[in-house]
C-alpha cells in the first residue's frame, strides 16, 4: 500500500466517505497524471499530494452527503475533471459527461481517461452554452459546476441541461451563500428552486457549501442565451 493510498483513506475516513477498496488504484493513477501533466501545462494551481487529495478528491466527493441517488451526471466547466471524474471512480454505474472549453483540458482528460479505462465517458471540447439547446437539453439527473464563475451563469447555464426533477448542483462559497436571495427571481424564471444548503469543512476548516437546485419544470426555451448576453445581463444583478 503507498503512502498516498494511506493518506488519502484517512482523508476519506476524516470527512465520513465510506470508499470501496478498489477506487484507490484509480485515485493513484489520477493524482500521478494530474501532477506530471501540471509541470507542463497550467491544470490546476494545487500541486502537492495533500492538496489535490483534499481540495480536488474529498471536496469532489463530498457531493454524495447532499445526493446521491442519480444515474447520470454532467460536469460543466470540468477542467482537469472535477469533481465529475472522481464521482466516476466511486460510482462507476454513472453514465457521466465532461464540458471544458479548452482543448489542453480535454486531451487531459482524453488521456486520463484511457489509464482508467473509462471508456464511457463523454467529453465535449465546446462551451456549454453552446450545447444548452442541442440533444443534451435536460438529460441528466444532476449537473455539477465547481468554482465556475458567478451566480447568475451558473444557473442560466446549468438548468436547461438537468431533467424534471432533477438537481443543478452548485459547489460555493460563504460569499455566495449570502447573495443567493437576490438570485431567486431568476432561479425561478429558469424552472427551478432552491431545495437544499449543504454545509461541509475540509482540512482547512473553511465551510463550503453545496446549493442543490431543483429542476421544476421545462427551462424557457430561450435559455441559455449567448455568452456575451449573459455577460450583459449581469450589471442588472450587480445593481440589485
Known sequence: MSTFTEKLRDAF??????????????????????MEWNNSINLTAIRDEEGIIYKHFVDSLMLLKAIDNFSSLLDIGSGAGFPGLP???????????LIESQRKKTMFLEILLEKLSFMDVKVYNVRAEELGKSELRESFDVVTERELGKFP???????????????????????????I?????????????VERIVPYKLNDGKTRYIILIKKEWHTPSRYPR????????????EKV
Open 226 to 237: 449567448t455568452y456575451s448576453a449573459i455577460l450583459k445581463s449581469l450589471k442588472k444583478w
Open 87 to 97: 464521482l466516476k471512480i466511486v460510482r462507476r454505474d454513472i453514465t457521466l459527461s
Open 13 to 34: 475516513n476524516a470527512a465520513s466517505l465510506q470508499i470501496d477498496e478498489e477506487s484507490f488504484p484509480y485515485f493513484e493513477i489520477y493524482k500521478n497524471t494530474l
Open 181 to 193: 436571495d437576490i438570485y431567486k427571481p431568476l432561479i425561478e424564471e429558469l424552472s427551478g428552486s
Open 153 to 179: 451563469i451558473n444557473v442560466e447555464i446549468g438548468l436547461p441541461f438537468v431533467k424534471l426533477g432533477g438537481y443543478l448542483a452548485l459547489y460555493k462559497g460563504e460569499k455566495d451563500l449570502e447573495t
